[in-house]
């Protein structure tokens, strides 16, 4: 199957009022598109409303969700967002209808083929399973989901093999006998009187609770997506009025520096500090005494040899005992039972592997013991916090001096901050304990881990009761096959991944040695914990474009600001590579990005179509005279320019002050 974005339009949202055609002359979708919007024309809330278009996750929006896409000082009760996609060439459109007043959403689909335009969210059954957010963001992609497929907690980098590779399909399987062993199950009656409604009660109850930590889950990480993005935003708007004032200029270009700075030595700090924790060695100096005194001991023990059980057998048959004792009945006896004590070869290695590890984790003669290296790597991890501390105060004071000289716009930009900041930390924790293995004696359940063991617990209770335990035991070892058989083909798929992106990456980050050691949930790299910005996007694209390049499937893969954190040499490199990963490629853009990037995509691509827009305001009103005489759409809030060379020219003061 193949899915491209033929383009989308908006009307009485935060979004400018503007349709875009992502087609290009002959009627096919352009094989690279990129739409040049600055700062503040809404790359961002567009993004999440084709993501909510497209994956009916607005039906489940609380009024204040839907009211916060009503455009500022608009009067329209209503606001309109369409997508358009091409399923194998045939057009599919959504259509997202926001009602204020109510604080409701309402779908509409439009399916050529399959009865015209429908009420609500109605994708083909094949085009359903790729429409959900979890899948919609593997190819609508941005920086803080490049970050999360780092993070161990996400297990972002293992979703996205499942759901490219349609291991989900053996989850489903295996979902499909457990509801039938269900419905199997309650269909067969009591055949005891030992409570079999209040199981069935209780599994309704965990089923249900269970059903509501995944809502829970799924919008506490898109919310946590959003309020990073706005969090991202304001920082950078932020530090460029801080820049940009002569005041702080100089000061602030200083702190920014010391700031990274300490960031990069606490990240470091804090690895090795981590990394020290894990040994018990570390965490008290008795571990290592006691371990060295075990040492001691086992090598005062002689153990035997392979040869020790014909030894015995030999002594038996003396008339003497080695001692000088007759050898009576009695003493044959205890020999035969005692001999069975002493260790064998394999007890012998075992032991001596211990001796080994002993040797190796405990300080030699002249070192510092593992619990004074880590005193020394917490004090460092001290010295580079309070560094960090000192760095981000001197960045709030100099916004604190711009406040109080009546900066009003940053006072407002500084508010919002802490807002998202806050929300952020909120969802935060909701996911946090969503993951957490939980406690068997929590009220109120809040862990998916814990509500999964009672189910399977209460399982058995039923199956027991309903005589079922058969068809209990089928099912159970039904699961375990296909959760064996998806965990063998992700290992597969994941060596081979790892492999495949590391070529890749060799030729992206030529200049910065840099690979991928393994997947495991998440993008692990070899021999560091962290990376930058902009290497955490460039191995971030070469995996997730690795994975859209195995599929049967086509996708389009549209990124938001696809290389603004990256270095020249490796946005040459990453743009070369697009074109030929996938079938169609739309880039959310500013002007900056366009050095190093546009010039090697449109190469290696052919053709691109080179959209600009921006809103229309009193500060863009003088852009309006210079606009070229064709290929040019207005609206009343907005510009829309197809053209290669007002694209090119669209200069940083122009989109600074748009």
Known sequence: MRIDLAGWSSRGLRTPDIEIDLLDGNGEPAKVALIQMPNGTGKTTTLELIKATLSNEAASWTPDQVRRLRRRLDTRAEGQFIVKLLVNGRPLTFELTLDFENGTARYRTTNVGSGGIVTGWAPSPEVHQFLSPEFLRLFIFDGEFADELFDPKKAEADRAIDALCQLYLLGEVSQFAEDEWDRRSKDSGPKTDSGLQRYLNEQMTLTKRRDELQKMDSHASREIGIHAKEIADLEAKINQRLASMKSTQAEHASALTALGEAERDLLAATSAAMTAIRMPLAMNAAFGSSLVELKENLDLLRLPENTSAQFFEELINESECICGRDMTPGARHEIIIRSKRYLDADESGTINALKSDIDKFTASQGEDAPNEKLAVQLRALGVARRAQHKSEQLVRTLKQQLIDEG??????????????????????????????????????????????????????????ITETVTLRKQTDILKDILARAAAIARGQIRDELVVEANQRIKGILINDPLEISKIDRSLRLADQEGASVGQTLSVGYTFLMSVLNRGNNNFPLVVDSPANPIDGDVRENIAALIP??????????????????VLPLEKAAGTVKYLTMFRKTEGTARLLPGLPATGVVQTDSAVLVEDRDYFMSFGLKDEQEA
């Open 580 to 597: 030929s990963l996938c079938t169609q490629f739309v880039g959310f853009t500013i002007n900056t990005e366009r050095p190093g990037f």
């Open 407 to 464: 900066d009003e716009q940053l006072k407002a930009w500084e508010a919002a901050l802490d807002e998202h900041k806050g929300k952020h930390a909120e969802f935060r924790a909701v996911i946090d304990s969503i993951a957490s293995e939980g406690h068997p004696d929590d009220k109120t359940i809040f862990s998916l881990k814990l509500i999964e063991r009672k189910l399977k617990e209460v399982s058995a209770k039923i199956a027991e």
